[in-house]
């Protein structure tokens, strides 16, 4: 049991440790970028995500995978976050679906997605920081919101009735205030 905890100990000290010095994740030969150690941080942007591609034939191909990969994960936290606000306004018992993620219809209706930052690692390993700018969060928000009523639609009917669906979808369709 002691050697047990010894063990875990050092682990830890040795995770924090290599934790500070922030290498990149395929490489110790470089320092990493601190958007890429732990959770991304990057001023004035939220919902951030970071996309990573390995070896590409092409540096636009590994550019777009990467970028893909980045916002895929943007727009599954801003389907979260939206769930969670559209879920807090509704019945227990009614429980919404969240658009598909990986769709490029889905995601050409999120403009407002930023790719922040890149870093390429000395294994040629490209990672890209994508988010959403401040002064576009309120709009992005508001299109999560339409997205998961439109595809909620009939499950909303059911359980609210056409009259209280009207007034739910109404306030959630209605564009975000300036």
């Known amino acids: 049991m002691k050697v047990k905890n010894i ?9 924090s440790s290599l934790w500070a010095a922030c290498d990149f994740p395929d490489s110790e030969r470089a320092e990493a970028p601190a958007w890429l150690c732990g959770e991304p941080r990057f001023e ?3 919902f951030l995500a970071v996309g990573d591609k390995s070896r590409m034939p092409s540096v636009s191909l590994q ?17 979260l976050a939206a769930h969670d606000t559209l879920q807090e ?12 993620n990986s769709d490029p219809v889905v995601a050409r209706r999120f403009m407002g997605i930023r790719v922040f930052d890149k ?7 490209l990672y890209v920081l994508v ?9 992005l928000m508001a299109r999560a919101r ?17 009259a209280g669906y009207k007034a739910f979808a109404d306030k959630v369709m209605a564009p975000p205030p300036e």
């Open 63 to 79: 550019n777009r995978f990467a970028g893909r990969m980045g916002i895929e994960q943007v727009l599954s936290k801003l389907f």
């Open 89 to 100: 306004e509704l019945p227990v018992a009614v429980k919404l679906e969240i658009p598909d």
């Open 146 to 162: 339409q997205d998961i009523v439109s595809l909620n639609r009939d499950r909303l009917l059911a359980a609210l009735g056409p």
């Open 119 to 125: 870093a390429k690692s000395p294994q040629r390993h």
């Open 7 to 15: 063990v875990v100990l050092l682990a830890v000290m040795h995770g």
């Open 131 to 139: 988010g959403v700018p401040e002064s576009e969060r309120a709009a």
């Open 44 to 46: 004035d942007a939220s």
